[in-house]
């Protein structure tokens, strides 16, 4: 028996093999969209992929499980309060899949979802570890305010964190404390507040460290996991849909992407996406174009501020990186969005203004300053007392509310989402400056 770790550090997602070596039969759990990975894992291991479960469906990325099925041939299990719209096998509390020596059993945790079941791993009678999806984390529980909107499966989020206090503390923390706990997310998820970073932990390392396994009553609990949850990117809802209904095939729909000749291609009505560097874009780039530079969350934030139903062009400096970040774009589910690609290298159409930071030091109050770090970043270490915080992904949708009579300067935490935020309001605002404080914030957010 072996468990292998598949890990996408971009959305901090892990997936889960389970092979039986005796029986040469590979079990899925929580598959990423691209199921090559997995297929060259059953090759090498001269192996079949006789299953894949789906701990819920994911609001954070798309999951390869249909496809599988229709390269492979393996059953699908996922609880039947999913209501999956493609071919599956119910898999809730008192159902098992054996392989050899192997019994994974299934057990109802609803918490984060409605629709959440753990999955038990027995080896030759004794419990030896359990792949918790979004309910157990390491240092952490998935948050409960997801699926007030996300789908025909929706729960109120006080109503899901008492089923979490349930399911921690009557299922899951019922488990030997050898037992190993295997998350489907690491730190950086945006399905919860306060990972640690670590891979696995046991039950009993939980049970001690874990801050929401604590003894506490269950209005305490309801009070703590609800309060300071980070915020829900636009892509969340759909992927949760998405996942309901079996994403597309990986290969097919990528190749469907057409590949622009030149600029005078692209509608003026499509947003643009440029992902070169902050660098290149200032120097020139396209009217209105968004600077989401090719990066490790890339994802995330074209999740964040591009909206389920909108198109969009992307635009890149070379082929290889388009490649890239397509596969990128492709794993929220977003690669259906994408009107077509461009290679640009360079045009000087449309050229940023650069920030003179020792003026904008000694003279702060000539400034509009614009904090689009989230509301919880400002809260805890606030850097400028007059800035207006507008959250990056709500920056396109509130542009009117910044002052238009001085010129603008935007700030995040290190640069990437400052980047982004000015692009986003040079193209809107043509009326003043907008100035971009990039990295030099560092030398104020001390």
């Known amino acids: 028996m072996k468990i292998e770790q598949f890990e996408d550090k971009g959305l901090a997602h892990y997936a889960y093999a389970v092979i039986s070596e005796s029986t040469k039969e590979i079990i899925l759990i929580d598959p990423a969209r691209d199921p090559q990975p997995y297929l060259n894992y059953a090759h090498a291991h001269q192996a079949r992929i006789t299953g894949v479960i789906e701990t819920h469906p994911h609001a954070d990325f798309v999951s390869s499980h249909l496809e599988l099925h229709q390269l492979t041939g393996a059953t699908i299990y996922v609880s039947k309060q999913v209501g999956a719209d493609y071919p599956h096998q119910a898999f809730d509390e008192g159902s098992s899949i054996t392989l050899g020596n192997i019994t994974l059993r299934a057990i109802n945790t609803p918490g984060h979802s409605p629709d959440s079941i753990s999955v038990v791993l027995n080896y030759n009678g004794q419990d030896l570890a359990v792949f918790t999806g979004d309910t157990l984390f390491i240092g952490d529980v998935g948050r409960p305010d997801l699926r007030e909107k996300a789908s025909d499966v929706t729960a109120k989020r006080e109503e899901l964190a008492r089923q979490m206090y349930y399911s921690t503390r009557e299922k899951l923390m019922k488990l030997d404390d050898a037992v190993v706990v295997y998350p489907a997310h690491g730190a950086g998820t945006l399905c919860g507040k306060a990972l640690r970073l670590a891979n696995s932990s046991t039950i009993g390392e939980e049970r001690k460290s874990n801050y929401a396994l604590q003894d506490m009553s269950e209005e305490e609990f309801v009070q703590l996991i609800?309060?300071?949850q980070p915020f829900i990117p636009k892509y969340f809802s759909f992927n949760?849909?998405?996942n309901k209904q079996g994403a597309p095939a990986y290969n097919k729909s990528i190749s469907a992407i057409p590949l622009l000749n030149s600029k005078k291609d692209l509608a003026k009505?499509?947003?643009i996406i440029d992902i070169r560097d902050q660098e290149s874009f200032k120097a020139g780039h396209l009217p209105c174009a968004i600077n989401l530079q090719n990066g490790v969350k890339f994802e995330t934030w074209?999740?964040?501020?591009?909206g389920s139903e909108e198109q969009f062009y992307l635009v890149a400096a070379t082929a290889t990186e388009l490649e890239v970040v397509i596969a990128k774009t492709a794993k929220i589910g977003y690669e259906q969005n994408i009107k077509g690609v461009l290679i640009l290298p360079k045009t000087?159409?449309?050229?940023?203004?650069?920030?003179?930071?020792?003026?904008?030091?000694?003279?702060?109050?000539?400034?509009t300053i614009v904090d689009v770090r989230n509301a919880a970043e400002v809260k805890e270490k606030p850097v400028f007392a007059a800035s207006l915080n507008i959250p990056l992904p709500e920056l396109r949708e509130r542009t009117a509310e910044i002052p238009l009579d001085k010129p603008i300067v935007v700030h995040c935490?290190?640069?990437?989402?400052?980047?982004a935020g000015s692009s986003i309001l040079q193209g809107a605002l043509t009326r003043v400056p907008v100035l971009d404080l990039s990295e030099a914030i560092n030398q104020f957010n001390k």
């Open 226 to 228: 609800t309060a300071d």
């Open 240 to 242: 949760v849909r998405l």
């Open 269 to 271: 009505e499509i947003i």
């Open 302 to 306: 074209l999740g964040s501020i591009v």
């Open 348 to 367: 000087t159409e449309v050229q940023a203004p650069a920030i003179d930071v020792a003026d904008f030091r000694e003279n702060q109050e000539n400034y």
């Open 413 to 419: 935490a290190g640069g990437y989402r400052s980047a």
